[in-house]
């Protein structure tokens, strides 16, 4: 089991920064591959970056790469998502998962366990 805690979501200006933080628990969750989705109104929920239990790959959507950098703590069980150059198209609930499987995959169905969401609102 693994319990999910986003933060860090709020209120940022078009080509602002923010970091976004996932804080874990549970016995393994050290081991498990992890990501980042969004979900905006009207939307499905869609993939923005994982990355793998020992930080060794990572992958991000098209929309964000070169804009975004996943990363994560293994001693604090802490995962986070820098972002930059924010658009307004970025605005949307912002998710983190994880799976037990060790791997980051893009597709949503592969992770076991899932956050509450935290809020980025984007504005011009």
């Known amino acids: 089991q693994a319990q999910l805690t986003e933060s860090g979501g709020g209120l940022v200006q078009a080509g602002g920064s923010l970091r976004l933080s996932c804080a874990a628990s549970g016995e393994f969750v050290s081991k498990y591959g992890m990501g980042w989705f969004r979900q905006a109104p009207g939307k499905e929920r869609e993939f923005v970056a994982t990355?793998?239990?020992?930080?060794?790959?990572?992958y991000y959507a098209k929309s964000v790469k070169g804009r975004a950098t996943i990363s994560r703590d293994n001693t604090n069980n802490e995962m986070y998502l820098q972002m930059s150059g924010l658009k307004p198209e970025d605005t949307a609930v912002y998710y983190c998962?994880?799976?037990?499987?060790?791997?980051?995959?893009?597709?949503?169905?592969?992770?076991?366990?899932w956050g509450q969401g935290t809020q980025v609102t984007v504005s011009l």
């Open positions: 998962a994880a799976s037990r499987f060790n791997t980051g995959v893009p597709d949503p169905q592969y992770y076991h366990y």
């Open positions: 990355i793998n239990w020992n930080s060794a790959s990572t």
